[in-house]
Nanobody
């Protein structure tokens, strides 16, 4: 059984930095497309970043390009989301998710929710002064 556990969220001031972690167990991250999704209060969950299972190519939502960086450490079986220059609109719950499909990152269904099979429980990020 694949399990994902996110951590690293918290309260941060606008312009600040947070690094989220997603530890996987039950499978090797290298076999999956990995994505981070953001769900703002009262809004639908949306993809913010993903990394391919093949060559580690990364993709970002327009609202986070240049500010967020997704990465993974195979030895730790962990994915990360480095979040810089945070804005109040980045507030919400962040989920990591795995997809067996290469198209879920770098394809026609990049960061489309139904493509992702396994989800963590999420970690809250609040950006406020």
């Amino acid at each position: 059984q694949v399990q994902l556990v996110e951590s690293g969220g918290g309260l941060v001031q606008p312009g600040g930095t947070v690094r989220l972690s997603c530890v996987a167990s039950g499978s090797t991250l290298a076999y999956w497309s990995v994505a981070w999704f953001h769900q703002a209060p009262g809004k639908e969950r949306q993809g913010v970043a993903c990394i391919t299972r093949t060559d580690g190519t990364t993709y970002y939502g327009d609202s986070v390009k240049g500010r967020f960086t997704i990465s993974r450490d195979h030895a730790m079986n962990t994915a990360f989301l480095q979040m810089n220059s945070l804005k109040p609109e980045d507030t919400g719950k962040y989920y990591c998710a795995l997809s067996p499909s290469g198209y879920a990152c770098d394809g026609p269904t990049t960061m489309v929710l139904p493509e992702y099979e396994y989800w963590g429980q999420g970690t809250e990020v609040t950006v406020s002064s």
